[in-house]
């Protein structure tokens, strides 16, 4: 069974433009969440879509949306980027939800802001 | 106090060695247990899943769980280079709540 597919896996955009990154999740998994990982905060929540519904929504500005599709593919979006935001962006999907099966997480897209 | 306490390391062991991992945890709720692997330049990649206290043992892996301490530990037995990487340990309510230690980075020296 293929796992999570993010692409691209490397992104490098200046700051003020707008970026879109896209995920597929495994085959039969219908949620798929969105994290942020720097090397000083770790890991941290952006959000959860579940048969395409935003189900939950980490601490982070309006410029960072998503949206999920009927095949449960998602992509995220990132407007007016700035230089902070410059992280490993990862998806992981799973069967029903976040909190009671386990995350199973592509290998990232690296943006880089300049 | 943070909700999940993990120390980042650097950990630096021999070929062969036993390698223990630890977090700790302030939330009590917490049932669903993780550890995930990731090397550089990739994705976490899940490594343990238990559920509650107890042991868990995959291959060299084993996974502990101590509720009654709010403490979890991952242990690799007869560590190989292939094993450097950084673990993560995540956990989870089950409901509305999964959090993520900060990963603790692991050497294993050939």
């Known amino acids: 069974k293929a796992g999570v597919t993010q692409t691209p896996r490397y992104l490098i955009k200046t700051r003020g433009q707008q970026v879109t990154l896209s995920c597929s999740p495994i085959?039969?998994?219908?949620?798929v969440s969105w994290y942020q990982q720097t090397p000083g905060q770790g890991l941290q929540f952006l959000f959860e879509?579940?048969?395409?519904?935003?189900?939950n929504k980490g601490n982070f500005p309006g410029r960072f949306s998503g949206r999920q599709f009927s095949n449960s593919r998602s992509e995220m979006n990132v407007s007016t980027l700035e230089l902070g935001d410059s992280a490993l962006y990862l998806c992981?999907?799973?069967?029903?939800?976040?909190?009671?099966?386990?995350?199973?997480f592509g290998n990232g897209t690296r943006l880089t802001v300049t | 106090q943070k909700e999940v306490e993990q120390d980042p390391g650097p950990l630096s062991v021999p070929e062969g060695a036993i390698v223990s991992l630890n977090c700790t945890y302030s939330?009590?709720?917490?049932?669903?247990f993780m550890w995930y692997r990731q090397y550089s330049r990739k994705g976490p990649e899940l490594l343990m899943y238990?559920?509650?206290?107890g042991n868990k043992e995959d291959g060299r892996f084993t996974a502990q769980v101590d509720k009654s301490s709010k403490y979890i530990s991952l242990f690799i037995r007869d560590s190989q280079p292939s094993d450097s990487a950084t673990y993560l340990c995540?956990?989870?309510?089950?409901?509305?709540?999964?959090?993520f230690g900060k990963g603790n980075q692991v050497v294993v020296i050939p």
């Open positions: 995540a956990m989870s309510d089950g409901n509305n709540r999964l959090a």
């Open positions: 992981a999907s799973s069967l029903e939800g976040t909190y009671n099966s386990p995350l199973h």
């Open positions: 238990t559920y509650s206290s």
């Open positions: 939330n009590s709720a917490f049932q669903y």
């Open positions: 085959s039969g998994h219908r949620s």
């Open positions: 879509y579940f048969s395409e519904t935003q189900r």
